[in-house]
């Protein structure tokens, strides 16, 4: 298990080193002035030499990559062109956000697909079986900000149940974060459930096909022992996959949605940066975006060799 741990880490250290690089090349080094990308065709010489100066690109490329390394490593970030702050401080607040938010449409997506998936395989080709995998193709095929917008229709213009955008901040108290944060994680979430509906049916067919399964009915089983202690633990394999990287997703992907609901999270800060030419903060944004991924499948690596040890028997 160790062995399997280290060699995991070395490929996530080694992601982040070329990531980081090509970040950096894209952004600094490809033919282009960074300087004049922030400021515009129209800026006098004088200021365009001066930003030059603060941005550090008047020394070789290798130093500056050098000391943004150094810098994340060490809690320094560069300072926001836009904002005028360190882009840590901004993270810091956005990503207060980001991170429950993800994790409210995870869990949602969770706790639908997991029982219908099951419903589906346990009720092969049956009623139950086609409406399960009925809502999957639509929840599939409708994107995640169409759907915010009818959520917004329906709860916030129409029932006016829920705010229709905007966060009040968490010192407005934990029932107040979680209500705004409510709709914009159904958007994110039920388009993933229905994915992962799907993948978890599959899964529970194959095991159910599987001879330990056939045996363990063979010896008078109950049908529910087995669907939970042994179908359902075979199955998490795939299911886990498709769990980080939907994870995975919802933390770099939400940008959409996030502008749909006005909401200041990452992807809010991301898209600002992008508009307002602020690439300091999409750089290093984007690399810590990159870091999120990279360590989720890193903890979903290690999760198989809990759920299946044979992993740790290819370390």
Do not use: C
Not at 38 to 65: K, N
Not at 163 to 179: K, R
């Amino acid at each position: 298990m160790l062995t399997y741990a280290v060699r995991r880490f070395s490929i996530l250290l080694i992601t982040l080193a070329a990531a980081s690089l090509v970040i950096f090349v894209v952004l600094e080094v490809l033919p282009g002035d960074v300087a004049l990308i922030i400021l515009g065709d129209a800026v006098r010489e004088d200021t365009l030499a001066a930003l030059r100066v603060e941005l550090g690109l008047d020394r070789p490329a290798s130093t500056r990559y050098v000391d943004w390394i150094a810098g994340l490593l060490s809690g320094r970030s560069g300072l926001s062109h836009t904002y005028g702050v360190p882009v840590t401080d901004l993270v810091r607040d956005r990503l207060g956000i980001t991170l429950p938010l993800a994790l409210m449409a995870i869990a949602i997506s969770t706790v639908l697909a997991v029982p219908l998936g099951m419903l589906a395989a346990t009720h092969h080709n049956r009623w139950r079986d086609y409406g399960v995998m009925g809502f999957s193709q639509v929840g599939m095929a409708i994107p995640n900000f169409w759907f915010g917008i009818l959520l917004v229709l329906l709860f916030a213009v129409t029932l006016r149940w829920f705010p229709s955008g905007g966060f009040p901040g968490w010192e407005a108290g934990l029932g107040a974060g979680l209500w705004a944060l409510l709709l914009p994680a159904l958007a994110l979430g039920l388009p993933e459930a229905a994915i992962l509906a799907r993948v978890t049916r599959s899964s529970v067919l194959e095991t159910l096909r599987a001879d330990f399964v056939r045996t363990a009915r063979a010896k008078g089983v109950a049908e529910r022992a087995i669907l939970f202690r042994h179908v359902l633990r075979n199955a998490l394999i795939p299911m886990t996959t498709i769990l980080g990287l939907q994870f995975a997703f919802l933390l770099a992907g939400s940008i959409v949605v996030e502008n749909v609901f006005f909401l200041p999270g990452l992807g809010r800060l991301i898209f600002q940066a992008v508009t307002q030419r602020d690439l300091i903060v999409v750089r290093d944004v984007t690399i810590l975006l990159v870091a999120l991924v990279v360590t989720i499948n890193f903890v979903v690596d290690l999760a198989y060799a809990v759920i299946d040890p044979r992993p740790k028997t290819l370390a």
